[in-house]
């Protein structure tokens, strides 16, 4: 069973700011492109994420709307913060159905059967079919999403 997490992004408007914000903070990670996620703590269940091909889920504005492969934890020091868990995933954003869910602090993992399907890889700049927000809540009110 594969094991992802869930987290906020937190001072993004959308879906397009996210992965311009994700596009100038590529680094390299083992030989590799990757972006990083910055929290407070590791995983416990860090090695059962990477061995399952866990994501890393965002929430964008009250609601799911992507995710990124993790490919790796780097435990790093830091002189404001302290130690300090950096969350190594794909630059690649996968658009998701989105899906409501209350802000909370922090991450949490995410049981595979509450994730949202996947969209696709996101373009951005309006390169994606999407249904208009507006349409999508009143579809996922009446049932049918």
Not at 37 to 63: C, L, M, P, Q
């Amino acid at each position: 069973m594969t094991t992802h997490m869930i987290k906020l992004v937190v001072g993004v408007e959308d879906l397009d700011q996210f992965l311009e914000i994700q596009r100038r903070s590529v680094v390299d990670y083992n030989g590799q492109p990757a972006n990083t996620v910055w929290t407070r703590f590791k995983a416990k269940r860090a090695d059962e994420i990477i061995d399952s091909g866990g994501s890393i889920y965002r929430v964008i504005k009250n609601k799911i709307q992507c995710r990124q492969k993790i490919l790796g934890f780097e435990m790093v020091e830091t002189v404001e913060k302290g130690t300090q868990c950096l969350i190594m995933v794909e630059p690649d954003i996968i658009q998701t159905i989105s899906k409501p869910k209350r802000p909370f602090q922090g991450w949490r993992y995410l049981e595979p059967a509450q994730a949202p399907a996947d969209r696709g890889i996101y373009l951005g700049g309006g390169e994606r079919e999407e249904i208009p927000a507006d349409m999508e809540d009143e579809l996922r009110d009446m049932g049918l999403l």
